[in-house]
């Protein structure tokens, strides 16, 4: 009986109650484009080879093959990329190749990246400092308050906004400057909101 008991809980641990798959349209559109920009790459790569005569030269050509492999770097991680789901203890970024990225609820918060020169990124955030990038291939939102961000902050938010709220002024700042700079979409989170609340908290 009771190890019946222990895999109905189980169940509903690793029940799914939010998911997002790659969007296929989105991913052919970021495809073609890459690929694009990637055979264009390879078109003048001989004759940069050719052309390499001084150290001005040799320093061009470093540059333009490290945006080689930053470009099929991008397509590998696109064409990888297969889906994003919460349970009720965990968010997981799962991929066709190599382990799946699993993140504890609470220990995490997630924002958007979208750099002018890159296609956009969704960014998780752990409190220990780490930083991931995954390319954002699951659906460009019109509104940000009705999209991505916003329905992942709504099932996150519970679990991290106490942890927000106990931290020193000191340590908040930390986690806020880390989303503040540039190409950092601090809208698609609650730290604001956070903010505010410890504001009103020090008031009283």
């Known amino acids: 009986m009771s190890s019946n008991t222990e895999i109905k809980e189980q169940d509903t641990q690793d029940e799914i109650i939010f998911e997002e798959k790659k969007y296929i349209p989105i991913f052919l559109f970021y495809g073609i484009i890459h690929i694009g920009l990637l055979c264009f ?8 080879l050719n052309n390499t005569t001084n150290f001005k030269d040799f320093i061009v050509l470093s540059i333009f093959l490290f945006g080689l492999y930053v470009l099929a770097k991008e397509i590998y991680q696109a064409a990888n990329f297969k889906r994003i789901y919460i349970t009720k203890e965990k968010l997981v970024i799962e991929f066709y ?62 679990h991290v906004m106490p942890y927000l709220l106990s931290l020193s002024d000191e340590e908040f700042e930390k986690i806020f400057s880390r989303v503040s700079g540039d190409f950092n979409l601090i809208d698609t989170t609650f730290l604001k909101e956070a903010q505010e609340l410890k504001k009103e908290k020090k008031d009283e």
């Open 97 to 158: 190749f190599g382990n799946e990225l699993i993140f504890p609820l609470g220990t995490f918060f997630v924002y958007a990246y979208t750099p002018v020169y890159s296609w956009g990124d969704i960014v998780i955030q752990t409190f220990k400092g780490r930083r991931y990038n995954i390319v954002n291939l699951v659906g460009r939102e019109i509104e940000i308050k009705h999209g991505f961000f916003a329905r992942v902050n709504a099932i996150i938010k519970p």
């Open 41 to 48: 790459v390879l078109y003048l790569l001989p004759r940069g």
